[in-house]
């Protein structure tokens, strides 16, 4: 998505191990026409599918997965990071974070995710894919079925992608980053 590119170029940040800074457009301040467009390029790349819902995880997933919701008129459902005081009704599963190197509960109710769910699962980032298979683990628990997984920006030199992949998962990524230093960035291709 030669927009996005553009951007990140403009106004993201690199730094030395590979992260990127994108706070002034998506993970703080957020651009919405941005975020609108970035929904519209989804719905192209997702059009030949069946879903009936979109499905994310708090906090930064939730507002490109709801302007997807938004222009296909379907529910969108946020996993959640924080425990709820009883466990009852809920699918959880654990998820490693890298970057914080701890490992956290996610869950969802089975309330909004259920049996015959076809879903996709909509993120800013795809780095090891921690957080995108925690959410395919609920969303096999839940009986449903998970058709895809977009992500804005994917780091292709961290493992993620190929996790997926291998899981026999659909990936769709906006832009993918081949490499990050202080101040570089590059694209794959
Ligand atoms: P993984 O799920 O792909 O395994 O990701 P990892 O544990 O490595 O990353 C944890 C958090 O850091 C995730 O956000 C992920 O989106 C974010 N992240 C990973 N690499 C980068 C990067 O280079 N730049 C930025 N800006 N974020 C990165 P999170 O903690 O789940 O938080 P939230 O922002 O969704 O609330
Ligand atoms: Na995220
Ligand atoms: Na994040």
Redesign the pocket.
């Known amino acids: 998505m030669e927009l996005l590119k553009e951007r990140i170029l403009k106004d993201g940040k690199s730094f030395d191990g ?5 706070d002034s457009f998506i ?1 703080h301040q957020m651009d919405p026409v941005l975020m609108k467009n970035i929904a519209n390029e989804f719905v192209k790349r997702f059009s030949d599918l069946n879903i009936n819902k979109i499905i994310t ?5 939730i507002a490109p997965a709801i302007l997807v919701g938004l222009a296909l008129e379907l529910p969108v459902v946020f996993v959640k990071k924080t425990k709820p005081k009883t466990m009852e009704g809920f699918y959880t599963t654990q998820v490693y ?4 190197d701890k490992t956290y509960d996610v869950c969802v109710s089975n309330q909004y995710l259920n049996e015959g769910d076809n879903v996709i699962f909509i ?10 298979l925690g959410v395919k683990d609920l969303v096999k628990q839940a009986g449903a079925n998970l058709s895809g997984m977009g992500f804005i920006i994917e ?1 292709s030199f961290q493992e ?1 992608r190929d996790r997926l992949l291998d899981k026999g998962i659909r990936v769709e990524s906006l832009v993918r980053i081949e490499w990050l230093g202080e101040n570089s960035i590059e694209f794959v291709e």
């Open positions: 590979g992260i990127l800074k994108v993970n995880i708090e906090a930064s997933g974070s890298f970057t914080k993120d800013d980032f795809l780095a090891n894919g921690n957080a995108a780091k993620g």
